[in-house]
T-cell receptor, first 117, second 113 residues
């Protein structure tokens, strides 16, 4: 079956532009995560959804970052007024588990590489 | 092209040899640990996990060892193959149940044919 997909795979933005990154999780997966991965680093948690509810957004680096999952399936990560330090790979992951359920595997998408000039 | 492994510690092993990748974790409250494999241009892929009430768990060709006393985790890969070449991350979960994980810095494994 289909895995997690993300689009676009590559995005180049001029500093100050707004961008929107899309994540299509595996059908039926309740949990959805966004991570930011800088070059040569491990992924860093940004935010978590359980269905349409955003339960944790503690990792979002600034109020320029906004994520939504209005119908509990597709999610969009929006970055306003992009800065050069926003350049990174943005990874989306989904899992079957709800909150309080342990040991459920997160399935990652291929990521969107954002380059801000 | 992009390189996930840029500036990461690198482990080079001969094809067929065993590989051991080490990781030090930071939070003594972490009770669940996961190893991920990440190939260039792809997202991390789950390899194996272990709860804190265990000290060893085996999978297919892989073994994870956990030493809570010194907060150390290791991944052993038996009979390393060229397809094992990737960056390996350990991750710890101390979120209390909803899988918010913190990734380590990663190790690049290079298999020499």
């Amino acid at each position: 079956g289909a895995g997690v997909s993300q689009s676009p795979r590559y995005k180049v933005a001029k500093r100050g532009q707004d961008v929107a990154l899309r994540c299509d999780p595996i059908s039926g997966h309740v949990s959805l995560f966004w991570y930011q991965q800088a070059l040569g680093q491990g992924p860093e948690f940004l935010t978590y959804f359980q269905n349409e509810a955003q339960l944790d957004k503690s990792g979002l680096p600034s109020d320029r970052f906004f994520a939504e999952r209005p119908e509990g399936s597709v999610s969009t990560l929006k970055i306003q007024r992009t800065q050069q330090e926003d350049s990174a790979v943005y990874l989306c992951a989904s899992s079957l588990a709800e909150s309080k359920t342990r040991l459920n595997e997160q399935f990652f998408g291929p990521g969107t590489r954002l380059t801000v000039l | 092209g992009e390189s996930v492994g840029l500036h990461l510690p690198t482990l080079s092993v001969q094809e067929g040899d065993n590989s051991i990748i080490n990781c030090a974790y930071s939070n003594s409250a972490s009770d669940y640990f996961i190893w991920y494999k990440q190939e260039s241009g792809k997202g991390p892929q789950f390899i194996i996990d272990i709860r804190s009430n265990m000290d060893k768990r085996q999978g297919q060709r892989v073994t994870v060892l956990l030493n809570k006393t010194v907060k150390h985790l290791s991944l052993q890969i038996a009979a390393t193959q060229p397809g094992d070449s990737a960056v390996y991350f350990c991750a710890e979960d101390h979120s209390g149940g909803y899988q918010k994980v913190t990734f380590g810095t990663g190790t690049k494994l290079q298999v020499i044919p």
